[in-house]
């Protein structure tokens, strides 16, 4: 189906892997249920196809280059100052089990000998991560719980339109949309945050 322009159809799969229609159904709706982004496409060259923006071609990464992103990738999981860590983790698994079983032993020789040092961010509540990555891949609003200096917490609205990461903090470049104006809010004193469904036409409301 990724290597498609067009859709496949039903029939198309049964007689390709040899099964029934029906099995092929059984089949295509499991996978939808796996969380796999299928669509029906209509139309001449319709048929069963995967959402574009769902993976990328096969890449093909030399020992040395996946040694290289690995090691950066561990260094950034421990430096604590991404907000999508689990993303990149992921991604880091896929990059190692590519490899055959003695690039993987070199990457893990080359590994151990290449060490970071620095300051770890400040923690950040995995959700928190998690719902500003979103907000950020996606371009939604998101509902955040954000304390400041004073320690007062404020409810907000934001768009995240960027992210500086600092040596020892990371900071969210934001569009406050209740009171339109740009805000650099710090990720580590974002205590609560969820994909808004609407936009905020309050100002923000502050407690003790």
């Known amino acids: 189906m990724r290597a498609r322009k067009t ?18 159904y ?19 060259g319709g048929g069963y196809a995967l959402d574009r923006d769902y993976t990328l071609p096969p890449v093909n990464f030399t020992a040395r280059e996946a040694a290289v992103l690995s090691s950066l990738g561990r260094w950034a999981e421990e430096m604590r100052f991404m907000p999508f860590v689990d993303t990149l983790r992921s991604a880091l698994d896929k990059v190692r ?17 290449l060490t970071f040092t620095g300051v770890p961010a400040l ?20 509902r955040i719980t954000y304390v400041d200096r004073q320690h ?13 990461m600092e040596r020892n903090e990371t900071t969210v470049m934001a569009h ?20 808004a469904i609407t936009p905020a036409t309050d100002g923000p409301k502050k407690r003790r």
Do not use: Y
Not at 7 to 22: I, P
Not at 97 to 112: I, K, M, V, W, Y
């Open 176 to 195: 406050d949309l209740a009171k339109d104006e740009g805000r650099r809010l710090r990720l580590d004193r974002i205590t609560r945050a969820a994909l």
């Open 123 to 142: 923690p950040v509540d995995s959700e928190v991560r998690k719902v500003i990555e979103e907000a950020w891949f996606t371009r939604r609003a998101a």
């Open 97 to 113: 089990g590519a490899l055959s079983a003695s690039d993987q032993r070199a990457l893990l020789t080359h590994a151990e000998t």
């Open 26 to 44: 059984r089949d295509l709706d499991a996978l939808s249920d796996a969380g796999l982004p299928l669509v029906a496409e209509r139309g001449r």
């Open 152 to 164: 007062l917490e404020t409810e907000r609205t934001i768009e995240v339109r960027g992210i500086l």
């Open 7 to 24: 859709g496949v159809t039903a029939e198309e799969l049964a007689d390709r892997f040899g099964v029934s229609v029906r099995t092929i």
